[in-house]
């Protein structure tokens, strides 16, 4: 895919811990540039940035003690768009259940963590997502979070049982399920198409 200017659209995904080669791959199959973001100087000229599942104290933690957070933080407000992905949702939350700090602190949101058990609650939901995919999608959750309360600038792109699994805010998408691990790429184009 490519961006306004005709290039081959970029996209860095946060690559200290969590699923990077997947998101990686699945972004290259969609033909744009993908590569993996430790260092600030990697975010210059990047499109799109995607924050990976993982482990959210983990890489927040990374964030932090590089620098590499609030240069995002910056980038995020002028405007670049930015997907985070199971941890990742977590990292951009504004408000965490039973947690006093947060990571980014960007979107609008108030997740909570592991909020269907531990590993062993992983699991596969199938569902049609409105505006990215007719067909149900294969949706995994790996102790994932979920959103229990959104604010208003905020729109609800699913919920499963009444709980906002995806959600948009202007530049900044949040899933609490991992789309890099499935076979589909329709989540990966919506995303390169916010760009
Ligand atoms: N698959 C995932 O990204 C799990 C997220 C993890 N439970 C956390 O709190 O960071």
């Given amino acids: ?7 081959y659209m970029k996209i860095g995904v946060v690559a ?38 993982g482990e959210s104290t983990v890489i927040g933690k990374f964030l932090r003690d590089s620098g590499l957070g609030d240069e995002i933080v910056k980038l995020v407000k002028n405007g670049m768009p930015i997907w ?8 951009l939350a504004k408000h965490i259940v039973n947690q006093d700090y947060v990571h980014l602190g960007l979107m609008d949101i108030k997740v909570k ?10 699991f596969v939901a199938r569902k049609p997502v409105p505006g990215i995919s007719k067909r149900p999608l294969e949706l995994v959750f790996i102790r994932a ?4 309360k959104v604010g208003t600038g905020v729109d609800v ?20 399920f991992h789309p890099e691990l499935t076979e589909d790429e329709s989540f990966h184009k919506y995303f390169a198409e916010m760009i």
């Fill in 1 to 7: 895919m490519r961006s306004g200017d005709g290039d």
């Fill in 16 to 53: 200290f811990q969590g699923a990077v080669r997947e998101h990686i791959e699945m972004l290259k199959k969609i033909e744009v540039q993908a590569f993996p973001v430790k260092k600030r100087e990697e975010l210059f000229g990047v499109d799109g940035l995607i924050l990976p599942g």
């Fill in 84 to 91: 985070g992905t199971c941890a990742g949702m977590i990292l």
């Fill in 113 to 122: 963590r592991n909020a269907y058990g531990g590993q062993l609650e992983s």
């Fill in 145 to 148: 979070p979920y959103a229990e």
């Fill in 157 to 176: 792109i699913l919920e499963l049982d009444g709980k906002v699994v995806a959600a948009k805010q202007d530049n900044m998408l949040a899933t609490a």
